[in-house]
């Protein structure tokens, strides 16, 4: 693998001295971060006002230009976010001398400052990605398919619809003067709480100037690049049409929204975490968040001060991400939150499509789907197909012929060879007036995407091209006639973990994802500025359905219950879901949880199996065995055949071929693990709780490939009682044997990023001309780590200091672009040692120097220096 320090966009730049070294800071590389902002959590003893605090920081410098950004003054979480003004940031050739200045020295004060607890960094979160499916319908009568998966439908045929319950979202606002979402705000409407912390304008990154009000309403406007995603995922939720048959998963709650996103753009930190504690303020039952970060470790703040809600009795409901493609261990934050509910995706049974008839077969409807740029609709008219055979294999592809007869006509096309594009603009230069392009491998209509042509492009079933085949005889054009209202379409990889959900499990194997919702082609309420309908797609719609259904729970077993024992019920009655549709081996439980939630089992089951989910850690620090509690809360005995269902192993790595860059789409192995119970047979009489020992052997594989095996333990239930499942992992291998850099792409390189210095060369940095001469040092991770510092090494090769102090709790890269490698620069200052830890940088005289990267491995100790690995650069020459 060779990626090109071009093409991808650059990830970070920091200063000489991003951060002062001291334990209470606890700053991640992240991607993205507000530049100089960091929030600062005050000790709970801390009586005096925020205001006083700042000053008495501001008070021992001469001219601090410190901003309070948020205020927390919550039990949960006291302190505030701050920007450090750039008047007194370092300056880059770091001439300054040992005061407090600039903002390592104003970071200083506040860490020193024994009224603080913990400084984070203000990461930026992106805007939650949606696939948009479809984006309006028209007048069809309409059900949310999922609620057949999930025995939602069953749960509304018992009476539950979540009545008296709120669920808090956090989210872009919502637009409810739509119908189905009760069509007002405030006391009384189903919109009933909420807050706008943002305004319309807001992007924590092109315009980080909140302006807030007391009206989360989304009124974006169709021009104004918003999608909607707020009012999908309330819709989700508690939508309830008559009109229009939609029904979302508890269609009599209530609805809090915090708005956080504007209409574009970004979301940083510290307005996420004030949502959170303000929703938890206005004491709504269920907290749902369907966004996410790029980091995998659970010391991020927003995935602490959940936690800590989840810990004050109320369920925080978070989606997993959608990075699936990324492979393993990319859950994002805040869904890393320890007692949170991480949310995983399935998709869906069907989805909604346009439809078509053939003349003279008018009975059948096949569906069509338009690629999102084609113009609105497809012309009626004859259709002829662009080869005589249903069996070339690139069919309208440049140098393959395409029949005369298409001109004034739809062309039919065979899928594969080439791009839709390319097909659509040979078939355009015949001059066909639009393209159908049939699957070829006996799929379902599906979605070309975005094609850039002018004529308008679909995607129809392998039957549909069959149809038009035999309705042509191959070359007779035909009538076709094309319907916009729509049609139910089966998806082939119904009730199956969707391909974009983030897989687990976090860097020091905690088990993640929980429990999976429906979040692939979920149709729900948008906007009216949009159409009032639409498909969306992402664990952002899943996040929300897991959310619904506690609702649902709740109304039917009692309000204010501990969120583990909700999560727990729910995950020991989830629907288990194979690789892949027809095939035997189940999906490891790092993609799908537990499985699919299937509410009524949850609810009416007396069954309740604890701890619910296990992680078995890796081979060296193996959980050898976890005593599982088995508790009857009914009226009559239940008695439990004990078994080990195994899963599919994950295999992240190729090492052989690829070494340890994590496979960007994960392979399956067939290695399990056996599993060894104190009994195989139990009965649990009623009000009574029994104990199971189960120990694990994990598979003989080589350590060195790290597959992460699993399963479930199957409690097979007697007579009318539910089957419960425990979902497992474990790890063959030693996360301490993780490569942390990429060795393959580390090095030092010239301004011009064009040369990489090698060992025995000299590097030389002028200070008099920084901007030609400042070298880049790239680096890659293969894996997480909680820590890398880079030290400054003298001619003799002896430490003297810092030219990048502690960053902690980094993401490993994956292959996206943008998120290839970290970069960091150096302009000839550091942190001394032996000073104040926190002092700010100096000069280095001039003379030559190495810098030593360290970076500790996974499950490393911090004080010992074979718990590191290192790197020492090419030898640089300083001078002026
Ligand atoms: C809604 O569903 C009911 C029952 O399935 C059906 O009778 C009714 O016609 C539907 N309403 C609309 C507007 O389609
Ligand atoms: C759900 O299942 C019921 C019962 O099997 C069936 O009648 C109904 O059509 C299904 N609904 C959808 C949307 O699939
Ligand atoms: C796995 O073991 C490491 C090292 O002892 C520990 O830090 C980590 O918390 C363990 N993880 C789990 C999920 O038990
Ligand atoms: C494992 O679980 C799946 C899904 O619930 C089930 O179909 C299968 O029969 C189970 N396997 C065994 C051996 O019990
Ligand atoms: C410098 O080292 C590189 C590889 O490390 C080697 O290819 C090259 O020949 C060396 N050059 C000199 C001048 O020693």
């Not at 989805?351 to 084609?374: C, M, N, Q, R, W």
């Not at 095939?583 to 699919?596: F, T």
């Not at 067939?670 to 120990?695: E, H, M, N, Q, W």
């Amino acid at each position: 693998m060779k990626i090109s320090l071009f093409a991808a966009a650059l990830v970070t730049v920091l200063s000489v001295v991003d951060a002062a070294q001291h334990p209470k800071i606890k700053l991640s590389k992240n991607s993205k971060k507000v530049a100089d902002s960091y929030i600062i959590e005050l000790e709970t003893s801390y009586t005096g006002t925020h205001a006083s605090f700042l000053k008495s920081i501001a008070s021992k410098f001469e001219n601090a230009d410190i901003t309070m950004r948020q205020t927390y003054d919550s039990p949960l979480f006291k302190g505030m976010s701050v920007k450090i003004g750039s008047t007194a940031s370092v300056d880059g050739v770091g001439k300054r001398s040992l005061h407090h200045t600039g903002s390592s020295g104003v970071l200083a004060a506040f860490a020193e400052s024994p009224e603080v607890r913990t400084i984070y960094p203000n990461t930026i979160t992106e805007r939650p990605k949606v696939t948009v499916v479809s984006k309006s319908h028209s007048n069809s009568p309409e059900l949310m398919f999922a609620h057949n998966l999930t025995q939602v439908t069953t749960a509304h045929n018992y009476g539950y619809y979540g009545k008296g319950l709120t669920v808090g979202i956090l989210d872009t606002g919502v637009d409810y003067t739509h119908p189905a979402l009760g069509g007002c705000f405030g006391k009384g409407c189903k919109v009933a709480l909420g807050y706008d912390l943002v305004g319309d304008a807001y992007d924590a990154d092109k315009n980080p100037h909140p302006v807030p009000d007391n009206d989360p309403l989304d009124a974006c406007g169709a021009n104004s690049g918003a999608e909607g995603h707020g009012t999908h995922v309330s819709g989700i939720v508690a939508a309830d049409d008559h009109k229009y048959n939609f029904t979302g998963v508890a269609p009599q709650a209530k609805l809090g929204m915090w708005r956080i996103f504007g209409c574009t753009g970004t979301v940083s930190d510290d307005i996420i975490i004030q949502a959170m504690l303000m929703a938890y303020e206005a004491k709504v039952d269920i907290i749902s968040l369907s966004l996410g970060g790029s980091s995998n470790w659970e010391e991020e703040v927003g995935s602490v001060v959940a936690d800590r809600i989840v810990g004050k009795g109320v369920p925080v409901v978070i989606a997993a991400g959608n990075a699936g493609a990324d492979g393993y261990g990319q859950i994002g934050s805040p869904g890393t939150g320890k007692r949170v509910t991480t949310v995983a995706s399935f998709d869906n049974s069907h989805f909604l499509a346009a439809y078509f008839v053939i003349a003279g077969h008018e009975d059948t409807k096949y569906p069509y789907v338009l690629s999102s740029h084609a113009s609105p609709s497809m012309p009626n008219g004859p259709i002829v197909p662009s080869a005589s055979t249903d069996t070339v294999t690139n069919d309208a592809c440049n140098g393959s012929p395409v029949s005369s007869q298409v001109s004034g006509k739809i062309a039919l096309v065979r899928r594969g060879g080439c791009t839709f594009d390319e097909k659509a603009a040979s078939v355009e230069a015949a001059g066909a007036i639009g393209m159908l392009v049939y699957d070829q491998s006996g799929g379902g209509a599906f979605s070309p995407g975005s094609t850039t042509n002018t004529i308008p492009v679909a995607g129809i079933s392998t039957d549909a091209g069959e149809a038009i085949f035999a309705a042509t005889h191959g070359q007779r054009p035909v009538s076709v006639e094309f319907f916009t209202d729509y049609t139910a379409v089966a998806i082939a990889s119904a009730d199956t973990v969707s391909s974009f959900s983030s897989i687990g499990p976090l860097n020091e194997n905690q088990f993640k994802p929980n429990i999976a919702g429906i979040g692939g082609q979920v149709f729900s309420t948008l906007p009216l500025y949009l159409g009032g309908y639409g498909t969306y797609s992402g664990t952002s719609m899943a996040t929300p359905y897991i959310s619904g259904s506690i609702a649902l729970f709740l109304e039917a077993t009692g309000k204010h219950q501990d969120p583990t024992y909700i999560l727990e019920k729910f995950q020991n009655f989830a629907h288990l879901a194979p690789v892949t549709n027809g095939m035997e081996g189940l999906d490891n439980p790092i993609r799908q949880g537990a499985g699919l939630v299937q509410i009524v089992d949850t609810i009416k089951d007396a069954g309740h199996v604890s701890p619910a989910q296990i992680s078995f850690n890796d081979t060296a620090h193996l959980v050898t065995s976890v005593t599982l509690k088995i508790s009857n809360k009914g009226k009559t005995a239940i008695t439990y055949t004990i078994s080990n269902n195994q899963s599919m192993a994950v295999s992240p790595f190729d090492v052989a071929n690829s070494g340890y860059t994590p496979l960007p789409a994960i392979a399956y192995t067939t290695d399990a693990a056996t599993l060894r119970f104190s009994t195989r047979r139990i009965t649990v009489k009623p009000g009574k709780t029994v104990t199971v020992k189960v120990s694990v052997v994990p598979p003989k594989t080589n350590p060195k490939d790290h597959i992460h095996y699993g399963g479930f333990v199957q409690f097979k239930a007697s007579g009318n009682a539910k089957t419960i499942h425990v979902p497992y992992f474990g790890v063959v291998g030693n996360n301490k044997d993780l490569p942390i850099f990429d060795t393959t792409l580390l090095g030092l390189y010239s301004n011009d990023l064009s040369t990489e210095y090698t060992s025995n060369q000299t590097y030389v940095l002028d200070r008099s001309n920084l901007a030609t001469t400042t070298p880049y040092i790239v680096y890659r991770l293969l894996s997480g780590t909680a820590y890398i510092e880079a030290q400054l090494l003298d001619s003799n090769k002896q430490f003297i200091g810092y030219t990048e102090t502690d960053l902690a709790y980094i993401p490993r890269n994956t292959l996206e672009s943008g998120a290839q490698y970290y970069q960091t620069t150096w302009q000839g200052s550091y942190v001394p040692k032996g000073f104040k830890q926190t002092s700010s940088s100096v000069a280095a005289p001039d003379g030559y120097y190495w810098i030593k990267f360290r970076a500790l491995k996974q499950f490393g100790n911090p004080a010992k220096n074979s718990d590191f690995e290192t790197w020492l650069s090419p030898r640089i020459q300083l001078k002026n």
